[in-house]
């Protein structure tokens, strides 16, 4: 009977990793029939209340702490609302579509994305930017990090790989505010993939260099997606770092009524999650590790990674769509 105890504290224990990849599958459909028509608003308010709508019939005792934003500013999946129809008392953290521009422009990678934790396990961040970096599996502890140079880092990590450093690519978003960072890069040899929007895929990206590509990420996004990102490399393996930019004084009093005191704090994976997780991605548009939704004349195609970091399991999953509540018959 011990055992059966142990497994009712564990409120993951009563969730299917496949009903959480339901929420990101129907969250990509909704946006991606609005893919490239140039309207993010609508791709985003779309995905947005197909998630919210699919996470009301599952069977969590949820919190979003990762969201849509505070609540005068985002109608829906805002941080602090509550989802879900009863059950595991769970945090949340999702954005149901992460690359709205991207989606909205039809380009790679734009993503449904949620993580779903034991209440309390979640960093909870403001919404302000994130110093990131990023790396796969296979690594000791301290192949990279944030406190070092980007020299430094790429140098170490081609020596760990036992590749000369030219032979490293680096994921970075394509923002002024790298400017410096992209010279240093390239400075080193090492190459660079530029993306316009997307670093929880960047990330992701990162973790499996074999599949994409892509050595390491690196570099200024989201401190919410950054810990979107830590939630899919708790399943995958690997090392993230964040520090968040709390460059003003308005930012910092943000961070402070969150208990985040110390403003020059590098978060750890293990920080940022503090447990077990399970991460669902879905694709919306195509990308360099999943494909987009499908649109046929009697179904519809999603793919997704579902991930659960209690078991170790990465499911790459390809659902083909035929009932009424998503393909519309
Ligand atoms: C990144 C990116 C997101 O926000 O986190 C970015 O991954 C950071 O903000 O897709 P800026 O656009 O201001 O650089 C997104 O672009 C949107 O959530
Ligand atoms: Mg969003
Ligand atoms: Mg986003």
Request: glycine content about 12%.
């Amino acid at each position: 009977m011990g055992s059966d105890v142990s497994r009712e504290s564990d409120p993951l224990d009563r969730i299917l990793s496949v009903e959480i990849a339901r929420v990101t599958e129907r969250a990509a459909v909704a946006a991606a029939m609005l893919r490239g028509r140039g309207d993010e608003r609508a791709a985003d308010q779309a995905a947005v209340d197909a998630m919210r709508s699919e996470l009301d019939g599952l069977a969590i005792d949820g919190t979003v702490v990762v969201g849509e934003g505070e609540r005068d500013e985002a109608p829906m999946l805002f941080v602090g609302e509550r989802v879900g129809r009863g059950g595991a008392d769970v945090d949340l953290a999702l954005d149901p579509l992460e690359g709205t521009t991207i989606c909205a422009k039809s380009l790679p990678n734009a993503l449904s994305v949620i993580a779903v934790a034991a209440r309390g396990t979640l960093l909870v961040v403001p919404d302000v930017y994130m110093e990131k970096i990023a790396i796969g599996p296979g690594y000791a502890d301290g192949v990279v990090a944030l406190d070092r140079s980007p020299r430094d880092n790429l140098e170490s990590l081609a020596a760990a790989k036992g590749v000369p450093v030219d032979r490293i690519t680096a994921c970075i978003l394509d923002r002024p505010r790298h400017a410096q960072l992209i010279e240093e890069i390239r400075a080193t040899g090492a190459a660079i993939r530029l993306i316009g929007d997307g670093d929880v895929a960047g990330v992701i990206h990162a973790t499996d260099p074999e599949g994409t590509g892509i050595d390491i990420y690196m570099g200024i996004g989201g401190a919410p997606e950054g810990v979107l990102a830590a939630a899919a490399v708790r399943c995958t393996g690997g090392q993230i770092q964040g520090r968040l930019k709390l460059n003003t004084g308005e930012k910092r009093n943000r961070a402070e009524k969150l208990g985040l005191h110390d403003p020059e704090r590098i978060y750890s994976l293990a920080d940022m999650v503090r447990g077990d997780v399970i991460f669902a991605a879905s694709g919306v548009t195509d990308g360099n590790l999943l494909d987009g939704v499908r649109f046929y004349s009697n179904r519809i195609e999603t793919h997704s990674l579902v991930m659960d970091s209690r078991n170790g399991t990465l499911r790459d999953m390809r659902t083909r769509h035929l009932g009424s509540d998503v393909f519309g018959r």
